[in-house]
C-alpha cells in the first residue's frame, strides 16, 4: 500500500515538473498559494519523501515464490 501511495505521489511531482518544464506553470504553487505558502512547502516535502520511497522500490525482491507477473 505504501508503495502505491509513494508512486502516485512521485507521479504528481514529475508531472508538477513537466508543466513546470513546457508550461513555467507550478501547479501545486497555482493550487496553494505560491511556492513559498507552507502548505506548498508541505506538499513539496511529501512528494520528495515518496520519491526518496520510491528509491527503495527499485531494489525490492519480486522473485518471489508464487509471484506471478501474468505469465
Known sequence: MMDKIALI???????????????????VAWI?????????R??????????IWCISILFKNTDKKGYDAGH
Open 9 to 27: 505521489l512521485s507521479i504528481i511531482g514529475g508531472l508538477n515538473w513537466g508543466s513546470i518544464g513546457l508550461f513555467q506553470f507550478d501547479i
Open 42 to 51: 508541505i506538499v513539496y516535502a511529501i512528494v520528495g519523501i515518496a520519491s
Open 32 to 40: 496553494f498559494g505560491g511556492q513559498d505558502s507552507m502548505i506548498s
